[in-house]
């Protein structure tokens, strides 16, 4: 597949994805993300392993882009939590406890 990536043409195929990051350890997951074998890999991570260019260079969302073309599941970055939850009552809505006042 050809798609355009910080204003250069790349003729990707998922083979090849899978080729380049066969063996990368994924750092961790930030932001968007995108899920690469049974692995999740932060986007601009995978973009600078298959474009070898600087991650300065290309947007998230170029890569976001290419990976949906070629079939791997994409992540959007996880939303910030709410100002007014406190740490305690976040807690305890992940244990499933009623949250105390």
Do not use: N, W
């Not at 597949?1 to 063996?23: D, S, W, Y």
């Amino acid at each position: 597949m050809r798609c355009v990536i910080a204003r250069f043409p790349f003729h990707l195929t998922k083979a090849g994805v899978l080729e380049t990051m066969k063996g990368v350890g994924p750092e961790p997951v930030t932001g968007e993300s995108v899920t690469i074998g049974r692995r999740r890999y932060p986007v601009k991570q995978v973009g600078a392993a298959i474009i070898r260019q600087d991650r300065r260079d290309f947007s998230a969302g170029e890569v976001v882009r290419a990976m949906t073309r070629l079939g791997f599941a994409c992540r959007p970055a996880p939303r910030a939590a709410s100002a007014d939850v406190t740490p305690l009552q976040r807690a305890s809505a992940l244990l499933g406890a009623p949250a105390s006042a």
